[in-house]
């Protein structure tokens, strides 16, 4: 079996990321939703939609949380993918399909019954996107820190292996960001707007109280001006204070990192040594010098200056990158469900390597 029959599916609740392993990036990044007419459910749109288009359409999210609750939106989305944004037919290939943290049993075995019985794959591996980013992350051992639109999840790895229960997921994520700033921000009218001023005008403060902020111009759809101010940090803020928006959370980023590293006991030293951003949301400026500075005041004098926070500009594609490179080992063809193993044995079949780890 050739490596450069497989196609690697990131589904981001944001964006969903696919393409060819045999491909350094991903042919296809497209929004995760779906957009229909208003009052109207016979047609739909698929793509990454300007804010125009946003506004005329009713636009359906398959992800909430995190997981996958409409399940006829994300089929489209898959099938638009196979048929027209990489223009396969998809029974010649296996998938590479991601899946969340603690994804339960009745979404795994739905994935599976979609991939072989309506799209005919050769062969299926559900991955993990935590895994896949650690994967990318070309380490040892460390802290994944994935930050996605719907979901944050984080987990600690030792020697290619995860730590067991040495991990969080939290229901918390860009969106959340998108849903303060659009709070703060009175002069704008939906959502959509709030998302696109989020990433060209926000950012992280390294002293949050003490950042003098630079305003920010912004052009609105009917060419009205606004001055974005102190607003460009306090919805990324949220990620270490949640408490800002959500007046019942004590917890932060920073302190669920530190919690699970200091859970790892004597590996403590080698997690510190690789504490690695991936996901959309990983994207704000200033969030690596950020973290590295709790962490390091968290950390204690034993730890000082161990501390090493990772970015990269490819973060938001860490996790595809992370499947092309789990296709490439020499083991991969052992950890595929084939569609010949699927009907002879069921949607069970597919946990034979649910906790894969390549060594």
Same mark, same amino acid.
């Given at each position: 079996? +050739?490596?450069?029959? *497989?196609?690697?599916?990131?589904? =981001? ?13 991903p042919k296809s990044c497209l929004r *995760?939703?779906?957009? &229909? ?5 016979? *047609? ?16 359906? &999210? ?46 795994? +075995? ?28 070309? /380490? ?8 996605g639109a719907n979901s944050t999840q ?82 990324? +803020?949220? !990620? ?10 004590? !917890? ?30 990983? !994207?704000?400026?200033?969030? /690596? +010098?950020?973290?590295?500075?709790e962490l390091n005041y968290m950390a ?22 992370? =499947? ?26 597919? &946990? ?8």
């Amino acid at each position: 079996m +050739e490596y450069d029959e *497989t196609i690697i599916i990131d589904n =981001g609740s944001y964006f969903i990321k696919s393409g060819f392993s045999y491909e350094d990036s991903p042919k296809s990044c497209l929004r *995760t939703c779906v957009g &229909y007419p208003q009052n109207k459910d016979s *047609t739909y749109s698929f793509g990454n939609l300007t804010i125009e288009q946003m506004n005329t359409l009713n636009l359906r &999210y398959p992800f909430e949380d995190g997981a996958i609750k409409n399940w006829d939106d994300m089929e489209k989305i898959w099938d638009y993918i196979f048929n027209k944004e990489l223009e396969v037919n998809p029974s010649e290939y296996n998938v590479i399909l991601t899946q969340p943290l603690m994804n339960s049993r009745d979404e795994k +075995e739905k994935m599976a019954q979609i991939m072989f019985e309506k799209f005919n794959i050769s062969s299926l591996y559900l991955a993990y996107s935590i895994d896949l980013a650690f994967y990318s992350s070309n /380490r040892e051992s460390g802290l994944i820190v994935d930050l996605g639109a719907n979901s944050t999840q984080i987990s600690a790895f030792l020697y290619y292996s995860p730590i067991p229960y040495k991990f969080e997921r939290l229901y918390y994520g860009g969106n959340a960001i998108t849903d303060y700033l659009y709070h703060l921000l009175k002069q704008v009218q939906n959502k959509s707007i709030a998302e696109d001023i989020k990433e060209k005008a926000c950012y992280v403060a390294l002293d949050y109280e003490k950042e003098i902020v630079e305003p920010f111009s912004y052009i609105l759809p009917d060419n009205k001006k606004i001055i974005i101010g102190k607003e460009r940090i306090q919805a990324s +803020e949220t !990620l270490f204070n949640p408490e800002l928006f959500y007046k019942d959370s004590d !917890l932060g980023l920073h302190r669920i990192c530190n919690k699970i590293i200091e859970n790892c006991k004597d590996d403590k030293e080698e997690i510190y040594k690789c504490i690695y951003l991936s996901g959309g949301n990983s !994207l704000f400026k200033g969030l /690596r +010098e950020r973290l590295t500075k709790e962490l390091n005041y968290m950390a204690g004098y034993s730890y000082k200056g161990l501390v090493n926070v990772i970015d990269s500009e490819y973060g938001k594609f860490s996790v595809w990158m992370g =499947g092309q490179i789990l296709s490439k080992i020499s083991t991969f063809d052992k950890i595929l469900t084939s569609k010949k193993m699927y009907e002879e044995s069921g949607s069970s079949i597919i &946990y034979k390597n649910d906790n894969y780890i390549f060594k």
